[in-house]
């Protein structure tokens, strides 16, 4: 039902989307429709209508009492969550006609806003699952397929265990390695990405580090500091991933913050003493 619901908001954003289409250059889209070369430059007949999804390891969490890294059957049910709705989106693009599949939506504000939905009217049911600090209101719900971002695993085994999931999401996915401040070498960096190209399912991977940029001197330093590095001024501002992009840490909301306090940052695997030969993949995920 609720996904059904997902498509009826497709259509209907797709009819409005034509509707001022058909207006042309003299439309509010009209940037769209320019047709310089025979073809508008928004072809509706080629668009994609995406299907995403947040929390996976909460919902695996309240049906298994296990959150997905931390046993193989929590991991093989989520697996089964997300098979399931391939099979939805396939068999509703063949009845509607539309593309529609899975990607994984950034969902910046989506994961807070559900956390803080489900603690208000799901509580105290919600607390056992939805991460963050409670007592701040600082919480959130696993962004996508990620397993837990707080959980200290070896990022060989998050890069081969995420990608798992990756084959059936054919809008776009990647797994994240924070690594803080550290600065690992060429080879570590290297080494790392052929390894998870050759003995993962990943599809993509993210290396995000951490800054601090200074709103007087101007100078961005490696980390997370409350004063910079080198004046001293206590006006500063973080700079890291959010989602799939960097952005200043102050523009986050609560969640978001709360995340990033939960980070699990690779430091010891991505530090100058890191040794490119410790790389040791396993076989949990297939070969490509």
């Not at 509707?19 to 003299?26: P, T, V, W």
């Not at 052929?194 to 601090?212: G, H, M, N, R, V």
Request: with cysteine.
């Amino acid at each position: 039902e609720q996904f059904l619901l997902t498509v009826k908001a497709h259509k209907q954003k797709r009819s409005f989307i034509e509707r001022l289409l058909s207006s042309g250059e003299d439309g509010p889209l009209a940037l769209l429709t320019m047709n310089r070369d025979g073809m508008p430059y928004l072809r509706m007949n080629m668009a994609s209508h995406l299907v995403g999804m947040v929390g996976l390891n909460e919902l695996v969490q309240y049906h298994t009492g296990e959150e997905m890294h931390q046993s193989r059957q929590a991991l093989k049910f989520g697996l089964k969550v997300i098979a399931h709705m391939k099979l939805l989106v396939d068999r509703i693009k063949r009845q509607e006609g539309l593309k529609i599949v899975l990607e994984q939506t950034p969902a910046e504000s989506t994961s807070y806003r559900f956390a803080r939905l489900d603690m208000r009217y799901f509580s105290p049911v919600s607390g056992h699952v939805v991460k963050g600090d409670i007592s701040t209101g600082e919480v959130y719900y696993t962004n996508s397929t990620h397993l837990n971002v707080k959980y200290q695993m070896n990022p060989i085994e998050r890069v081969t265990n995420e990608g798992l999931f990756h084959p059936m999401i054919e809008a776009g996915s990647i797994s994240h390695i924070w690594i803080g401040e550290a600065q690992p070498s060429k080879g570590a960096i290297s080494d790392f990405v052929l390894k998870t190209f050759k003995y993962t399912s990943s599809d993509q991977i993210a290396f995000s580090p951490e800054f601090t940029t200074c709103n007087q001197c101007h100078r961005t330093a490696r980390g997370l500091q409350d004063t910079c590095t080198y004046c001293g001024s206590a006006d500063v501002d973080g700079i890291t991933r959010i989602t799939g992009y960097f952005t200043k840490v102050s523009s986050w909301n609560k969640g978001k913050l709360g995340e990033l306090k939960d980070r699990y940052r690779n430091r010891e695997y991505f530090s100058e003493e890191w040794q490119e030969d410790s790389l040791q993949f396993g076989g949990a995920a297939s070969q490509r």
